[in-house]
């Protein structure tokens, strides 16, 4: 089990940015892929990006592909999610998962969560 602890939301202005960290502990060599969801009030858990595990590979949803960043450094067992150019419609609860599979959008697939941070855009 990877257990995961997310810090670095907070409230910003639209077109401001922010940085999410999402530390790893426990047995994080068995998980090969880290990715950032989001849950808006109402709505369903939505994927935002993913990368493997060397960090070669990343993959984004459209709604934030070329504003957000994901990367990694697996000697601290840590992944960023860099958000730039923020919009109020970004505002959610933002949370880190943990895969011993391969990338996926679908939260089933994910294996360990952390508790999310709160991330609020203003307009």
């Known amino acids: 089990q990877v257990q995961l602890v997310e810090s670095g939301g907070g409230l910003v202005q639209a077109g401001g940015s922010l940085r999410l960290s999402c530390v790893a502990s426990g047995r994080t060599g068995s998980s090969s892929v880290m990715a950032w969801f989001r849950q808006a009030p109402g709505k369903e858990r939505e994927f935002v990006a993913a990368?493997?595990?060397?960090?070669?590979?990343?993959y984004y949803a459209a709604s934030v592909k070329g504003r957000f960043a994901i990367s990694r450094d697996n000697a601290k067992n840590t992944v960023y999610l860099q958000m730039n150019s923020l919009k109020p419609e970004d505002t959610a609860v933002y949370y880190c998962a943990a895969s011993r599979r391969g990338v996926s959008s679908i939260p089933r697939e994910y294996d360990s969560w952390g508790q999310g941070t709160q991330v609020t855009v203003s307009s």
């Open positions: 990368i493997s595990w060397s960090g070669g590979s990343t």
